[in-house]
C-alpha cells in the first residue's frame, strides 16, 4: 500500500484538532445538561431531554441546516459572534467543531447522566451531615465517582465528532485544508477516478481511531461499574 502522503496527513491533523475542539467546547456544557436532567426536578424536563437528544433521530443534513440558519452569516447567533467577537463560522474549522460539537452532544450527556445516577447519595447526605459545603461534596465525592462517566463520555464524544460527515458538509461545506475532515475526504476521493488508495488509507486511519476510542470507553465503563455505574450506550 501506498504510504500516507503529507495532504492526508494534514486531514488527520486537522480531524484530531477539529475532534479536540468539539469535546473541549461541549464538555461543560454537556455536564450541566446531565446535572439538571439527572439532579433537578425543573419543569419541562422531558421537553429538554427531548431536544438534547434531537441530533440523533434528525437527519444530520437538517441538524446542519439548522446550524447554518442560526450561525450562518446572516443568522441571529453568526452576526453577534461577527459583531462583538470578530468570530466566523462559516467554511471555517471552527464551523466543523461546532457541527461535531452538537453531533456529539447527545452521547456525551447520557454518559454523564448514567454515571452521575450512579452515585450514591447517602455518601453525599453524609459528606453534609459532617459539614462539608455543597462545593466541596462535590469536587471530593460526586465528581470522583462520577469520572469514569465523564471520562467515556468525552472519548464517545472524540469518536463521534471524528466521523462527523452531514451536519458538517451541509454547515461549513467542503474546503480543503480548512474543513475537509477524514469522512468529508474520503467522500471526495471517492467522487475521483483512481481514489480508491486514498479511500482505503483514509479509512483505515478512522476505522483504526473510532475502534481505539470505542475500547477505551467500554474499558471506562467497566472500571466504573465498581462504583455501581452501568453501560454508557
Known sequence: MTPISPSEWAVVALSLKVSCVAIVIMLPVSFGLAWLLERTRMP???????F????????????????????????PAGRFLADTMGITLMFRWTGAAL?????????????????????DRKLEAAARTLGASPWRT?????????????????????????????????????VPGETRTLPLAIYTALQVPGGEGIVTRLALISVALSL????????LVRRGRTGGGGHVL
Request: charged fraction near 5%; charge should be positive; glycine fraction near 10%.
Open 52 to 75: 438534547v437528544h434531537l441530533p440523533l433521530v434528525l437527519p444530520p443534513v437538517v441538524t446542519g441546516w439548522l446550524l447554518l440558519l442560526a450561525f450562518g452569516s446572516n443568522g
Open 99 to 119: 457541527a461535531a460539537a452538537v453531533m456529539a452532544l447527545p452521547l456525551m450527556v447520557r454518559a454523564i447522566r448514567l454515571s452521575l445516577g450512579g452515585v
Open 212 to 219: 481505539a476510542a470505542l475500547v477505551m470507553s467500554e474499558w
Open 44 to 50: 419541562g424536563k422531558v421537553l429538554l431531554d427531548a
Open 138 to 174: 462535590f469536587t471530593s465525592i460526586t465528581l470522583p465517582l462520577a469520572m469514569p462517566g465523564v471520562l467515556a463520555a468525552v472519548v464517545l464524544g472524540f469518536a463521534r465528532s471524528i466521523g462527523e460527515f452531514g451536519a458538517t458538509i451541509t454547515f461549513v461545506s467542503n
